[in-house]
């Protein structure tokens, strides 16, 4: 009776070790995927702050010239001289403007 | 004494997270403010926005550049004082120019050759504007415009062509 006893007892710890070790699996498992989860975040805000540290460039053809109204507005400065000229003289206008607009370079 | 040994290599584990997550944070930071903004592009369309002001006003060209349909070689001459530019740099480039301007007339639809030009700066930057490749970015910036104006009812199409080097102080 007692040797029967101390087996189901040698028993009982051989299942709780078991669980234990099942359950210390399943925490490890979950720190790695948390780990590597961290990981590629942090590497995607990496990789698009790089991007965006390259693309710092800026550039304007506008010029904000003040209304008498007191506003302001944004004209593209050449196009408006060219157009003070077509008022003086428009002759050839499209092949002006085909000229100005063509790619330079 | 197991418990505190599980709970001591969390602590240690959570230590070396949030030091990775600082030093990323620091890292993106350092990157992002590192970079300069390369303003080269902007600087060279005002410098055409500021010439272009010089030499036409209200649709005609102007009165010291052209009379009576002869253009005037002095104000090539004095380009940066009649435009009020300045092309002095800081300390470091003080022995090479980091500007240049050149300014072609054509007279009516002739555009094949200019019947006039004006010039002033470094023109060795030219040579930067044929290489069009992202990966040059420490060339010089070059920014072409055109538009059109008149003089005494003659139709006359300008192009300006503005180089802006500076590389050192708008490319990392």
Partial sequence: MNSTWWRLQVLLGRVKKMLNKKAQISDTLTWIVATIVIIVIIVIFIYFTSALAKAKTIEAKTKAISLSDGSSQEVNWLKEKTSLAYKINKQNKDFIEGWINEKVG | ?172
């Fill in chain 2, 1 to 172: 004494m197991n418990n505190r040994g599980e709970d001591q290599m969390i602590g240690a584990y959570w230590f070396v997270i949030i030091f990775i997550v600082a030093a990323a944070v620091v890292y993106m930071v350092s990157v992002f403010y590192g970079h300069p903004y390369d303003v080269r592009e902007l600087e060279a369309s005002i410098l055409i926005n500021n010439v272009a002001d010089c030499i036409s006003q209200k649709g005609e060209l102007n009165k010291n550049l052209i009379e009576e349909g002869k253009f005037n070689s002095e104000f090539n001459t004095n380009l940066l004082k009649e435009c009020n530019l300045n092309f002095n740099t800081e300390e470091v480039w003080k022995d090479t120019p980091q500007y240049y301007i050149v300014v072609s007339f054509f007279k009516g639809t002739e555009i094949t050759k200019a019947v006039f030009s004006l010039e002033q700066g470094n023109s060795n930057l030219l040579s930067n504007c044929e290489i069009a490749n992202e990966d040059y970015q420490r060339l010089a910036k070059c920014v072409t415009e055109r538009f059109y104006s008149t003089s005494n009812n003659e139709q006359y199409l300008v192009e300006i062509t503005s180089i802006v080097r500076k590389s050192e102080k708008n490319v990392k």
